[in-house]
Nanobody
Framework: QVQLVESGGGLVQPGESLRLACAAS????????MAWYRQAPGKERELVAQVGRSGTKTYADSVKGRFTISRDNVKITVDLQMNSLKSEDTAVYYC??????????WGQGTQVTVSS
């Protein structure tokens, strides 16, 4: 049984940084895209950043230049470094892994709150 466990969320002030981590446990093979999504209250879940197996990265326009996604293909982990956080970054953040069989796994979510 595959589980994705996230950590690193919390409460920070605007301008500060947080690093989210996500680790997969269980048997999982042929991982392709690893990603972070977020969902703010009253809004739909949106893609924040993703990284392909070759290392190609894409970011939402709202986080470009502030967030950095990274992955470890051996450990099957995906991290999100978030700098210069803004109040509009407040949301529940979810990591996600897509396999070659097009099956998508989700983490349980971690709360990030940016407030003064």
């Amino acid at each position: 049984q595959v589980q994705l466990v996230e950590s690193g969320g919390g409460l920070v002030q605007p301008g500060e940084s947080l690093r989210l981590a996500c680790a997969a446990s269980g048997s999982i093979s042929s991982v392709t895209t690893m990603a972070w999504y977020r969902q703010a209250p009253g809004k739909e879940r949106e893609l924040v950043a993703q990284v392909g197996r070759s290392g190609t990265k894409t970011y939402a326009d709202s986080v470009k230049g502030r967030f950095t996604i990274s992955r470890d293909n051996v450990k099957i982990t995906v991290d999100l470094q978030m700098n210069s956080l803004k109040s509009e970054d407040t949301a529940v953040y979810y990591c996600s892994i897509l396999t070659a069989a097009y099956y998508r796994y989700w983490g349980q979510g971690t709360q990030v709150t940016v407030s003064s």
